[in-house]
Nanobody
Framework: QVQLVESGGGLVQVGGSLRLSCAASGRTSSTYSMAWFRQAPGKEREFVAGISWSGRRTYYTDSVKGRFTISRDNSKNTVYLQMSSLKPEDTAVYFC?????????????????WGQGTQVTVSS
């Protein structure tokens, strides 16, 4: 079993920044991609960003390119999402997820472990 715990969410003004963290524990010895998803009220969960085990491959949804940066520190079993120039439409619950393999893909079905989520609210 793998446990994922997100932190770093909160309330921020438009144009502000936040850094989310996701700490993994349990069976973390295999190589795998990690990703961030988000879900706004009344909307489906959507892919935000993903990163390979080595960190050399990253993938972002178009709406966050140039504003969000995903990174990971395997020595700490932690993945990060640095969010800048935040907009009201970024308001959502953000979830981290562990990939079933080292592929960096956007489908939720390709991720087998999920955190409980952390709320990000961008106020105007």
């Amino acid at each position: 079993q793998v446990q994922l715990v997100e932190s770093g969410g909160g309330l921020v003004q438009v144009g502000g920044s936040l850094r989310l963290s996701c700490a993994a524990s349990g069976r973390t010895s295999s190589t795998y991609s990690m990703a961030w998803f988000r879900q706004a009220p009344g909307k489906e969960r959507e892919f935000v960003a993903g990163i390979s085990w080595s960190g050399r491959r990253t993938y972002y949804t178009d709406s966050v390119k140039g504003r969000f940066t995903i990174s990971r520190d395997n020595s700490k079993n932690t993945v990060y999402l640095q969010m800048s120039s935040l907009k009201p439409e970024d308001t959502a619950v953000y979830f981290c997820a562990r990939g079933r393999s080292d592929s960096v893909v956007s489908g939720a079905g390709d991720y087998d472990y999920w955190g409980q989520g952390t709320q990000v609210t961008v106020s105007s």
